[in-house]
C-alpha cells in the first residue's frame, strides 16, 4: 500500500449567508420549506446501515403548528438497542483499521455535503422541527456542524502529531487507538450542529458510536444521517436510533463494552448516567470516558460605565435568541441602580419592535419553545413572578400554546438576588433582572458566583479596564466561556471553544482537540535499536586500583 504523511486542507469557518430579500439562499430555503411541508415522511431507524421500521409510530410536528404533521418516526425498543450495539461492534475492527485520511474523507465530504447541496435541508428541517428562525438555522444547522467536522478533520491529525522526544540508540512515538467498545452519543434538541458533532467526534477518531437524538429533533436528525450516508460513512459506525431514554439507558449502561459517553443535555439526567455508571463500574471491560455539557444560568454583570444601547442588544440578543433555548442564554442580569432607568426604558423599547410567530415568516424574531412541558414550566414561573412580592413581570409574559407554544420574550425583575428565577435554569424567553446599590459592586460579584450550581457562560459590560480586569478575575470559576462586552451565547467553532465547568459539565470543549484526546486510548511504544547485552549498570563494577 503507498504511504504518506497527509497533510489536511485547511479548515476555515464556513460563512453564514444572510438570507436578505432576493438573494438566491432566501428562495432556495423557501422552496424547500414548501417541499418539506407537503409530504409526510416515515424516519426509520439506521442500524447496521439498514433501514429499521418498527409498528410504533411516533408523530412529528412543528412545535409553532401544532396542527401540521411532518411526518412519523419509528419507536424502538430494548430489543433495537442491543441490535445498535451488536452492528457497532461488527463494524469496529474494520472501521478502526481504516487509513485515517479515510476516516477523515468522509466527514469532510459530509461538511462540504451540509453547506452545498443539503444547506436548505438541513436548515429547512430544523426551522420546521425545532422551531428556528432562518439565521439560528442557518448559524447551526449549516455553518457550525460542518465547522466541527473541518476542524474536527484539523484536531484529528493534529494529535497524531503528537509524539513524544527520541534519545540515540531509541525510538518512541504514541500510536492513537480508538476506545475498546462503543461510544454512546446522546443529543439534544436545540442544536442540529451539535447532534450532528456529538456522535461524528468520536467516530472520527475511529470508535464506533450508537446514538439517540432528543425525540424533539429527530426530524433534524434524519437529514443528517442521510447525510452521512451520502458522505460514504461505512454501515454501523454510527447507529441511530429512536427509543426512550430509559430503555436505551438500562441497555447501554449495562454492556461490558460500553466505552464512553459523549452527552449534552440536562444537569439532573447528566448526573444521573453518572452515578449509573459508578453503580456499574465492575461490568466494563474498560473506565468509560464520560464527556458532558449541560446546563448553565448564564449571566450579564454590568457596571456604571456601561454603554446602554450595548447592553440592550446583549440582553436582548442573549436572553431571546431562539427563544431562550440555547445553554449559554442570558438568563440573569446585574445592573446597577444609577443606569436603571435608562436601559429600563431603551429595553421597552427595544422588545415592543420584537416579532413572534412561525419560522416560516423571515420577520419573526421568536418563534415557539419546544414542546408543551416546556411551555407549561415556563409558564408556571411566569405565573408566580406576577404574584411573589419579590418579583414582578415589567416586559412581555403573555402565553398562548392555541395553535403553538408561543411565550413573549419575558423580563422579570427580581427584588432579591436568590429570587428563584435568578437561581434555577429555565431554557426559555425569561431573563431576570437584579437592580444592585453601585456602590456594592464587589458584594453583588460574590452573590453572582455563589448563587448558581452552573458554570457555562457569563458576560462584562464596561467601559472602565480596571473593573473589566477585576471582574474577569473575580468569576474565574463562574463561566467556560467569559465574554467582555459581548453577549454570552454565539461560540464560533475553532475561534471560542465552547463548555463550562461546575454543574455545567466536564469543559472538555467540543471541536477542539481537547475533546477529541477523550476518544482515544494513547499505546506508548519504544524500540530499541542496540538492545543491552549484559545486566550490570556501571556502578556495580568495583574500583580499579
Not at 433534524?220 to 430509559?246: F, K, Q
Not at 436505551?248 to 448526573?271: E, M, N, R, Y
Request: hydrophobic content about 40%; proline content about 6%.
Amino acid at each position: 500500500m503507498s504511504k504518506g504523511f497527509f497533510n489536511v486542507p485547511v479548515p476555515k469557518n464556513e460563512p453564514v449567508l444572510s438570507y436578505a430579500p432576493g438573494s438566491k439562499e432566501r428562495e432556495e430555503v423557501k422552496k424547500m420549506l414548501e417541499t418539506l411541508r407537503s409530504a409526510e415522511v416515515e424516519l426509520p431507524m439506521v442500524i447496521g446501515g439498514k433501514d429499521v421500521f418498527t409498528d410504533r409510530k411516533v408523530r412529528m410536528f412543528p412545535p409553532h403548528e401544532l396542527n401540521h404533521t411532518l411526518g412519523y418516526y419509528n419507536q424502538g425498543d430494548s430489543s433495537h438497542v442491543e441490535m445498535a450495539i451488536d452492528a457497532a461492534l461488527e463494524a469496529r475492527e474494520k472501521w478502526m483499521n481504516l487509513s485515517w485520511q479515510h476516516r477523515a474523507s468522509v466527514f469532510l465530504k459530509a461538511a462540504d455535503l451540509l453547506v452545498g447541496p443539503y444547506r436548505a435541508k438541513i436548515n429547512a428541517a430544523s426551522m420546521l422541527g425545532q422551531s428556528k428562525n432562518i439565521y439560528q438555522a442557518e448559524i447551526d444547522a449549516a455553518c457550525e456542524l460542518a465547522d466541527f467536522y473541518r476542524f474536527g478533520v484539523k484536531a484529528m491529525s493534529d494529535i497524531y502529531k503528537m509524539q513524544p522526544a527520541s534519545t540515540p540508540g531509541i525510538w518512541n512515538y504514541n500510536e492513537f487507538r480508538p476506545l475498546e467498545g462503543f461510544v454512546f452519543a446522546l443529543t439534544p434538541f436545540n442544536f442540529t450542529s451539535i447532534a450532528g458533532n456529538l456522535p461524528a467526534a468520536p467516530a472520527l477518531m475511529g470508535n464506533v458510536v450508537v446514538w439517540k437524538p432528543s425525540k424533539t429533533a429527530v426530524y433534524s436528525a434524519g437529514v443528517i444521517m442521510e447525510v452521512l450516508r451520502e458522505a460514504g460513512l461505512p454501515d454501523g459506525v454510527i447507529n441511530l436510533i429512536y427509543a426512550p431514554g430509559p430503555t436505551v439507558a438500562d441497555v447501554v449502561l449495562t454492556h461490558p463494552d460500553f466505552a464512553g459517553i459523549h452527552f449534552t443535555g440536562s444537569t439532573s439526567v447528566f448526573q444521573g448516567i453518572w452515578k449509573t455508571i459508578g453503580n456499574n463500574i465492575e461490568k466494563y471491560k474498560s473506565y468509560p470516558r464520560i464527556v458532558g455539557e449541560t446546563g448553565g444560568k448564564d449571566f450579564i454583570f454590568a457596571d456604571n460605565t456601561v454603554k446602554i444601547p450595548e447592553l440592550t442588544t446583549a440582553i436582548v440578543r442573549g436572553a431571546f435568541e431562539y427563544q431562550g433555548q440555547k445553554c449559554s442564554a442570558a438568563s440573569r442580569v446585574y445592573v446597577p441602580k444609577s443606569i436603571w432607568p435608562k436601559l429600563k426604558q431603551q429595553l421597552g423599547e427595544m422588545l415592543s419592535t420584537v416579532k413572534m410567530g412561525p419560522p416560516e415568516d423571515f420577520t419573526n424574531f421568536i418563534n415557539a419553545v419546544i414542546d408543551e412541558a416546556s411551555f407549561n414550566k415556563l409558564k408556571g414561573y411566569i405565573d408566580r413572578a406576577r404574584e411573589d412580592k419579590d418579583a414582578g413581570v415589567i416586559f412581555g409574559g403573555k402565553c398562548d400554546k392555541s395553535a403553538g407554544y408561543f411565550i413573549e420574550p419575558t423580563v422579570i425583575l427580581a427584588k432579591k438576588p436568590n429570587y428563584v428565577t435568578m437561581e434555577e435554569e429555565l431554557f426559555g424567553p425569561v431573563v431576570t433582572i437584579y437592580v444592585y446599590a453601585d456602590e456594592k459592586l464587589d458584594e453583588t460579584l460574590n452573590i453572582l458566583d455563589t448563587t448558581s450550581v452552573y458554570g457555562l457562560t457569563g458576560a462584562v459590560f464596561s467601559q472602565d479596564r480596571y473593573n473589566i480586569e477585576k471582574i474577569t478575575k473575580r468569576l474565574t470559576h463562574a463561566a467556560g466561556n467569559f465574554y467582555i462586552n459581548d453577549k454570552p451565547t454565539g461560540a464560533v467553532v475553532n475561534q471560542q471553544p465552547f463548555g463550562g465547568a461546575r454543574g455545567s459539565g466536564t469543559n472538555d470543549k467540543a471541536g477542539t482537540l481537547f475533546n477529541f484526546l477523550r476518544w482515544v486510548s494513547i499505546r506508548s511504544v519504544k524500540e530499541n535499536f542496540v538492545p543491552p547485552t549484559d545486566y550490570m549498570y556501571p556502578n556495580f563494577f568495583p574500583e580499579k586500583e
